[in-house]
C-alpha cells in the first residue's frame, strides 16, 4: 500500500505542477499584446522550472527506490530581450517609431499548453490505474 | 504463513476417509456391491479433486511465467473448484445416509 | 512430473503482486517527471526468482536482509533506462511507453489477484465441507 500511496502521491504532484504550467501559459498569451504594464514596461514572458522531489514512502526503508514526484522549483522570467516593431501611430511607440512587444511567442505558448495539458491527463489516467490497483487489493480481504 | 499448513488435497483426502468409512459396515447388511460402488466413485472423485487442483497449479505456474494464458489459469481454477465442491457435496450425502441408516430402530 | 505445490503457488503470486505494484510506482514516477529538465526514464528489473520459487518446494530461502519467509518483497531496485533518445530538455521520458507499462502491471496484478483469490476460496470451502 506504501508503495502505492506513494506512486499516487507523484501523480498527484504532477497534476499539481502542469497546472502551474498551464496558468503560466495563459497568462502569457493574455499579456502578449501588453506594451505597458504597471512599471511602464513591456509584459515579460514567465517559465516554469520543474524540479525532481522524491516521495516519502516505505520503499527507502527497505532498500527500493520510491517514485519520484515533481514540483514547481520556481517561475523564472525570460531574459529574451523585447522585439521592436515598427508601428509610429502605436500610443507606446518610442521617437523612431519603434514599440517595444512583449517577448511572448503565442503559438509557442499554445504547443507548451497542449503539452502540459496532456502531460495532465496521463498523470491523471495513472493515478485511476493505481486506484484501481488498490480497489483489487482490498478485494483479497473479503 | 498459516495459510500454507493447509492443503486443499489433504482436506479432501482426510474428508474422503471419514466418508469411506460408513461404506464398510453398511456392505455387511445391504447389498456388498452397490456400497463399495459408492465407496469408488468417491475415492475416484477425490482423485479428480487433486488432479484438477494440480492442473491448476501449473496453469497458475505458467501464467506467472508468462508461457500461459490467464484465461487458461482462470478456467483450470474452476474446473478445480468445481471438482472439489462435487466431491465435498457427494461426501456429505454419503456421511448423512450413513446417519440415516444408522438410526433406523432394529 | 513436477508437483508444484500450493505454497510454491501462493508465494509466486504474492512475489507477481509486488513486481506489478513496483511497476506501477516507477512509471508513475517517470509520468509525473515527463516534463523536468534533465529527467532520466526509469525502470525496475527483477531476477528470475519466480522460477526458482516455481521449482523447488522446499521453504524459501533466505538470500537477503529484506527477505521473509514466505511472501518476500521483490528485489527491484530503480535503474535508468538505456538508448532512450533524449528531448531538448534532456528528458528521456516517453508517454505512450510509461502508460503502456502502467496499463500492462496492471493486468498482472489483476490475474494475479483474481488467482489467489480462486486458491483461498479453494481452501475456505475445503475448510467448511462445504456447509
Known amino acids: ?142 | 504463513m498459516p495459510i500454507d499448513a493447509i492443503d486443499t488435497s489433504s482436506v479432501v483426502a482426510r474428508a474422503a476417509r471419514t466418508g469411506s468409512t460408513p461404506a464398510g459396515p453398511a456392505s455387511g447388511s445391504g447389498g456388498a456391491a452397490s456400497s463399495s460402488g459408492f465407496a469408488d466413485s468417491l475415492i475416484g472423485m477425490l482423485e479428480s479433486a487433486d488432479r484438477t487442483a494440480g492442473d491448476a497449479n501449473t496453469a497458475i505456474a505458467n501464467m506467472v511465467r508468462g508461457t500461459g494464458d490467464v484465461h487458461e489459469a482462470m478456467i483450470a481454477l474452476q474446473r478445480a473448484e468445481t471438482a472439489l465442491q462435487l466431491t465435498v457435496q457427494v461426501r456429505n450425502k454419503l456421511m448423512q445416509a450413513y446417519q440415516d441408516v444408522m438410526r433406523m430402530p432394529i | 512430473m513436477n508437483e508444484i505445490t500450493d505454497r510454491a503457488i501462493l508465494a509466486a503470486l504474492g512475489r507477481q503482486m509486488n513486481q506489478a505494484v513496483q511497476r506501477q510506482s516507477v512509471a508513475a514516477g517517470n509520468l509525473a517527471n515527463l516534463d523536468t529538465p534533465g529527467y532520466k526514464a526509469r525502470t525496475v528489473s527483477f531476477g528470475d526468482v519466480l522460477e526458482d520459487e516455481l521449482q523447488a518446494g522446499a521453504p524459501l530461502a533466505r538470500t537477503s536482509p529484506g527477505h521473509l519467509g514466505g511472501i518476500t518483497p521483490a528485489d527491484g531496485a530503480a535503474t535508468e533506462v538505456e538508448g532512450l533518445a533524449a528531448r531538448r530538455d534532456g528528458n528521456t521520458v516517453q508517454l505512450d511507453r510509461e502508460l503502456l507499462n502502467m496499463t500492462r502491471a496492471s493486468g498482472e496484478f489483476g490475474a494475479a489477484q483474481t488467482a489467489l483469490a480462486a486458491k483461498f476460496r479453494l481452501v475456505r470451502y475445503a475448510i467448511n465441507e462445504g456447509r
Open chain 1, 1 to 142: 500500500m506504501s508503495t502505492l500511496r506513494g506512486a499516487i502521491d507523484a501523480s498527484a504532484s504532477a497534476l499539481n505542477a502542469q497546472r502551474a504550467r498551464i496558468e503560466v501559459a495563459v497568462s502569457n498569451i493574455a499579456n502578449a499584446e501588453s506594451t505597458r504594464g504597471p512599471d511602464g514596461q513591456p509584459y515579460r514572458r514567465r517559465d516554469i522550472v520543474l524540479a525532481t522531489e522524491p516521495v516519502e514512502s516505505f520503499d527507502q526503508a527497505l532498500g527500493r527506490a520510491g517514485a519520484s514526484g515533481v514540483r514547481v522549483a520556481s517561475v523564472v522570467e525570460d531574459t529574451e530581450p523585447f522585439r521592436r516593431h515598427y508601428e509610429p501611430s502605436h500610443p507606446d511607440a518610442d521617437a523612431e517609431g519603434y514599440v517595444a512587444m512583449p517577448n511572448v511567442d503565442v503559438p509557442e505558448e499554445m504547443v507548451n499548453m497542449l503539452g502540459a495539458a496532456r502531460a495532465y491527463q496521463a498523470n491523471l489516467t495513472a493515478i485511476g490505474l493505481i486506484r484501481d490497483t488498490i480497489q483489487r487489493a482490498l478485494e483479497l480481504g473479503r
